[in-house]
């Protein structure tokens, strides 16, 4: 069969297009490989200076007071950052949704420095906050400046941004394949053949960049971690459940550690709550110099040595307890190597009862480690490929692809069934409420609207429904309870929905929301 000029020149400009969008991913991630380089570089060596200050502190007490001073000038400081960008807060990733969602446009320069600067000295303070949120958001920034640059397209924009975002998880861990999917799955929620190449691409080049930095050893390098028997993979199951149990109350107490901090602290600007964790830090450095930072250095320590059954017990309080802390006080910083590290501690923890039992030999308590980091994950953030392929490269071995799968499956499915939501689309839906209570007026409506057994709205989830513009879902309530919804919430049959309406429209609202209330057959 022959082919066409005409069909030549459309295959030619396809293959085209593609490459374009590959070496801009090469360019992308190049540039995102050293600022992120860069970012993490200074990260380590802040950190490193920060637990020796405390060391110092041990034999010199008056030492602490120093120590206060010089982390209430970065509290300052990086209030000051978040008082002239907001967006800089936090880990970043739901900006970056939100943007790739066309929700939210930025000054990508405006982000990229103060985000690399704030999150510096909030990170590299000892802070229990991941660098790869950040990370992700400094690539994306990267990829925007890029994109204004070379792009007129909205799409061609989306697919460049998504590529550093990719780009700056990849320098962050080392990890190119799962800063890839995590994009696709977790953030783009698209496979797209021009996002992935993209992105691909750019997660390559800036892993090739971290890695002459920092070498060829693996972010988490745990030693050998063997083989687990069959036999034992009933393990997994009950690991599965517990870390999807303790993921939902993760998800819970996280979403509501900002609102905590306005409770106690609304007389402090937002931008300045940073001030409260920053000076918390101090008990905690003193006395736990060795729990500072992320985690990386706890996974690593843990794989090597047999921990008592308490010491990890208090462990997973502490980290649990300040992660929030931190994260909730709106700090730069992320919650992925936060998570990781609580979900080794769960691992270890189940692995020292069982061994206490004789359930399991010693040496598979690596194996439970590394199961339950992407166990824990994968439950919190609903993003079961991402957390497999991201622990496999972290750790660096290929072998336990199944008991990985098999834990994250079954915590997913826990968290599923109690009702949680992916935490960045949480996080991302709380911040496009407070956009759509900016947009209605400050006199508006509530309209309550039963759920009849044949409404259309019957078993479908709060995102599935075109919602009228200038209302907001605020409320359902089932029985004698009323709960806040998300975009996971599934309406049942007798359910009651509260809706803000802007009562400046309210009457051509009201009769839209009741349309769509209606059976489908009311309009055959």
Same mark, same amino acid.
């Given at each position: 069969m022959e082919v066409t000029m005409e069909q030549a020149k459309k295959k030619v400009k396809i293959n085209s297009a593609h490459l374009s969008y590959i070496l801009k991913g090469v360019l992308i991630g190049a540039i995102t490989g050293v600022v992120v380089g860069a970012f993490r570089w200074l990260i380590e060596k802040s950190l490193g200076l920060w637990k020796h200050a405390f060391q110092i502190a041990h034999q010199q007490p008056l030492y602490l007071l120093a120590i206060v001073v010089v982390l209430v000038l970065i509290g300052l400081v990086i209030g000051k950052l978040t008082t002239q960008q907001p967006h800089i807060s936090g880990s970043g990733i739901p900006e970056i949704e939100g943007q790739l969602a066309g929700k939210f446009k930025f000054n990508w320069w405006a982000i990229l420095w103060r985000k690399f600067v704030a999150g510096v000295l909030a990170i590299g303070s000892g802070l229990f906050l991941g660098r790869e949120g950040p990370s992700i958001q400094l690539g994306g920034a990267v990829g925007q400046g890029i994109a204004d640059m070379t792009?007129?397209?909205?799409?061609? +924009?989306?697919?460049?941004?998504?590529?550093?975002?990719?780009?700056?998880?990849?320098?962050?861990?080392?990890?190119?394949?799962?800063g890839t999917l995590f994009i696709l799955e977790e953030v783009y929620h698209n496979f797209s053949p021009l996002v992935w190449m993209g992105a691909l691409s750019a997660s390559i080049t800036a892993d090739v960049v971290s890695m002459n930095v920092f070498g060829l050893e693996t972010v988490l390098h745990v030693g050998v971690v063997p083989g687990l028997p069959l036999k034992y993979?009933?393990?997994?199951?009950?690991?599965?459940?517990?870390?999807?149990?303790?993921?939902?109350?993760?998800?819970?107490?996280?979403?509501?550690?900002?609102?905590?901090? +306005?409770?106690l602290f609304g007389r402090i600007s937002r931008a300045y709550h940073g001030l409260i964790a920053l000076l918390l830090l101090v008990p905690v450095g003193y006395f736990f110099t060795n729990t500072l930072g992320g985690g990386n250095v706890i996974i690593i320590k843990m794989a090597q040595v047999d921990p008592l059954i308490i010491s990890l017990a208090l462990l997973f309080v502490l980290r649990f307890v300040f992660s929030m802390i931190s994260y909730g006080s709106?700090?730069?910083?992320?919650?992925?190597?936060?998570i990781l590290t609580l979900g080794a501690v769960i691992g270890m923890l189940y692995g020292a009862i069982a061994l206490k039992f004789n359930l399991l030999p010693s040496k598979y308590m690596v194996d439970l480690l590394v199961f339950a980091m992407a166990g824990y994950f994968a439950g919190i953030g609903k993003a079961p490929f991402t957390a497999i392929l991201l622990v496999t490269e972290m750790v660096g071995s290929l072998q336990h692809l199944v008991p990985l799968a098999l834990t994250s499956l079954v915590a997913y499915i826990v968290v599923d069934l109690l009702g949680g939501a992916p935490i960045y689309e949480s996080l991302l839906e709380r911040m496009t409420v407070k956009q759509k209570l900016h947009v209605i007026s400050g006199k508006n409506d509530q309209v309550e609207l039963p759920v009849f057994d044949d409404s259309r709205f019957v078993g479908q989830q709060v995102r599935d429904i075109n919602w009228p513009a200038n209302t907001l879902l605020i409320g359902v309530r089932r029985g004698e309870k009323t709960s806040i919804p998300n975009g996971d919430t599934l309406i049942h049959p007798g359910d009651t929905l509260i809706v803000l309406v802007d009562n400046n429209f309210s009457s051509d609202v009201r009769d839209q929301l009741q349309k769509l209330n209606r059976p489908l057959e009311d309009e055959e």
């Open positions: 792009e007129d397209s909205k799409r061609g +924009h989306r697919v460049l941004i998504a590529s550093g975002a990719a780009a700056g998880l990849s320098a962050a861990f080392s990890a190119p394949i799962a993979y009933w393990h997994l199951l009950i690991l599965g459940v517990v870390l999807g149990l303790l993921g939902y109350f993760y998800q819970r107490i996280l979403l509501q550690s900002s609102v905590w901090y +306005h409770k709106g700090l730069p910083g992320g919650i992925f190597l936060p």
